[in-house]
């Protein structure tokens, strides 16, 4: 089963314009450099064995499996809020494989950040435990209709990461090996990044509500992955291999963020 399969993101995949990157995120509203932070696994997780888990990082929806070789998603950026801040504050909305029992992730997605009261908004991709990579030549801002993904090339066992912001039509792509990558889960986050200072998870921007999926993007074939045993949507994906996750309070990030259940198509959700 080709990436072609998969419409829009499947047509990315194929695009030979490559976007400009940087390690130096800048914004319209700030030429300072923002605190550095990265995206990535899961952080104290804990499964409570019924479709649902809680983390001091993440909220979303993971699907459990063996070899995956796909996974797209497609969400609204939602607005910063940051009225009265006065701590940098971060929020990455992504889709991408590994990490909920993995100590890779292949990911790519964008961030709705406070930098203090300065709301500050980019595309990006990450490779964990690499650093994460800053998209400039895909401009983001709120309300853009986005969709990424994630696709595993058995060929040359490289991942390719694409992004697409529907809104003005830029796009990105790029591929790269990850060792050690065991292709044994799928996901669509809202997260909370890391670290502070002693290795804490970084506060979250208030982003009010993310939705994500078909039903509110309009980008068919998203919030699907592809393993071995199951392709489609993440309803498609047994009850079992599931799981809802809610990001719980911690003592640096003390925000928290819970998401809907799933729509009835098994396509859609929504965060808040």
Avoid at 60 to 84: I, M
Avoid at 167 to 180: E, H, L, N
Avoid at 216 to 236: E, F, M, R, W
């Amino acid at each position: 089963m080709g990436w072609v399969r998969w419409g829009m993101l499947g047509a990315l995949a194929c695009l030979a314009a490559f976007a400009q990157v940087s390690s130096i995120p800048f914004s319209e509203n700030t030429t300072e450099e923002m605190v550095p932070h990265q995206v990535g696994m899961i952080q104290d997780k804990i499964d409570h064995g019924n479709g649902t888990a809680d983390t001091s990082n993440w909220s979303g929806y993971a699907v459990l499996g063996s070899s995956f070789d796909w996974v797209g998603g497609s969400w609204t950026v939602p607005k910063a809020n940051c009225t009265g801040v006065t701590e940098n504050q971060f929020a990455a909305f992504w889709a991408g494989m590994d990490g909920y029992n993995s100590a890779t992730v292949e990911q790519i997605g964008t961030d709705s950040d406070c930098f203090g009261k300065n709301p500050f908004y980019y595309a990006w991709y990450e490779f964990y435990p690499q650093g994460q990579v800053i998209i400039t030549g895909v401009p983001i801002k709120p309300g853009d209709k986005i969709s990424a993904g994630v696709h595993y090339h058995i060929g040359d066992g490289k991942f390719e990461v694409a992004i697409m912001d529907h809104t003005t039509g830029k796009s990105f792509s790029t591929r790269v090996a990850v060792p050690g990558a065991l292709r044994s889960s799928a996901e669509w986050i809202a997260e909370a990044p890391c670290c502070t200072s002693t290795g804490g998870i970084l506060p979250m921007t208030n982003f009010g509500t993310v939705t994500f999926g078909l039903d509110h993007t309009g980008v068919k074939d998203t919030n699907a992955a592809l393993d071995t045993s199951t392709i489609g949507a993440i309803g498609a994906f047994p009850a079992v291999n599931t799981i809802r996750i809610t990001k719980t309070s911690s003592p640096s990030s003390p925000q928290t963020s819970s998401c809907s259940k799933l729509s009835t198509d098994g396509t859609s959700f929504s965060c808040k």
